[in-house]
């Protein structure tokens, strides 16, 4: 029982610690685990090598701090959103490499290219819309029946192709209509108009 109150020996390196060097086992009749906390990492280390797998090594981190497994920086806790389902009360990734993550996921998931070959296609455009050629181009532009990504334009331009409804007829009757020479439908029967060619 003197063991119990004062350390625990750990089998595999043969040392005495104290209780905290243990990690909780409500299993064990002790409620501690048979192996301190240093052996069960090398042990669970060896058992993923023999598997092909790496393993991080695990950096110290100071109190109030988190380390960011995508970017590998270690900030303090402001750098979080706070998450209540996770054990330290915070989200796995900040808030800049989540909001990056998601950027990427969302361009991959809804236009099936990547952040960098979006960058690509402004360069191409010289950064420009290439409607107005006067805006900056900050908005994929893609069909909507095919899903095919066609160019990047500024706002304006992107939401007025699609409040014609991404037809090149409406677009052409726009570009007449803008040149002063607006077309009228001619009645044949009733709810029937010709169209002017």
Same mark, same amino acid.
């Given at each position: 029982?003197?063991?119990?109150?004062?350390?625990?020996?750990?089998?595999?390196?043969?040392?005495?610690?104290?209780? %905290?060097?243990?990690?909780?086992?409500? *299993?064990?009749?002790? +409620? !501690?685990?048979?192996? &301190?906390?240093?052996?069960? @990492?090398?042990?669970?280390?060896?058992?993923?090598?023999?598997?092909?797998?790496?393993?991080?090594?695990?950096?110290?981190?100071?109190?109030?701090?988190?380390?960011?497994?995508?970017?590998?920086?270690?900030?303090?806790?402001?750098?979080?959103?706070?998450?209540?389902?996770?054990?330290?009360?915070?989200?796995?990734?900040?808030?800049?490499?989540?909001?990056?993550?998601?950027?990427?996921?969302?361009?991959?998931?809804?236009?099936?290219?990547?952040? %960098?070959?979006?960058?690509?296609?402004? *360069?191409?455009?010289? +950064? !420009?819309?290439?409607? &107005?050629?006067?805006?900056? @181009?900050?908005?994929?532009?893609?069909?909507?029946?095919?899903?095919?990504?066609?160019?990047?334009?500024?706002?304006?331009?992107?939401?007025?192709?699609?409040?014609?409804?991404?037809?090149?007829?409406?677009?052409?009757?726009?570009?007449?209509?803008?040149?002063?020479?607006?077309?009228?439908?001619?009645?044949?029967?009733?709810?029937?108009?010709?169209?002017?060619?």
């Amino acid at each position: 029982m003197s063991e119990l109150a004062d350390g625990k020996d750990c089998p595999r390196c043969s040392r005495n610690l104290s209780r %905290a060097a243990f990690a909780k086992n409500k *299993a064990m009749r002790d +409620g !501690l685990q048979a192996y &301190c906390r240093e052996c069960s @990492a090398e042990y669970y280390r060896q058992r993923q090598e023999v598997r092909g797998k790496i393993v991080r090594v695990k950096v110290p981190v100071p109190r109030g701090h988190k380390r960011c497994p995508q970017c590998g920086e270690i900030k303090a806790h402001a750098e979080w959103e706070l998450n209540a389902t996770t054990p330290d009360g915070y989200a796995s990734y900040r808030k800049v490499c989540r909001a990056d993550r998601n950027q990427q996921s969302y361009f991959k998931r809804k236009y099936g290219i990547t952040i %960098a070959e979006r960058d690509q296609m402004i *360069a191409s455009q010289m +950064g !420009l819309c290439v409607i &107005c050629l006067n805006a900056p @181009a900050v908005h994929v532009d893609h069909c909507h029946e095919t899903g095919r990504v066609r160019g990047v334009l500024c706002f304006n331009c992107n939401s007025a192709i699609g409040k014609l409804g991404d037809d090149p007829d409406a677009v052409r009757r726009a570009a007449a209509y803008l040149e002063g020479s607006p077309w009228k439908p001619t009645l044949v029967a009733p709810g029937v108009y010709r169209l002017p060619s």
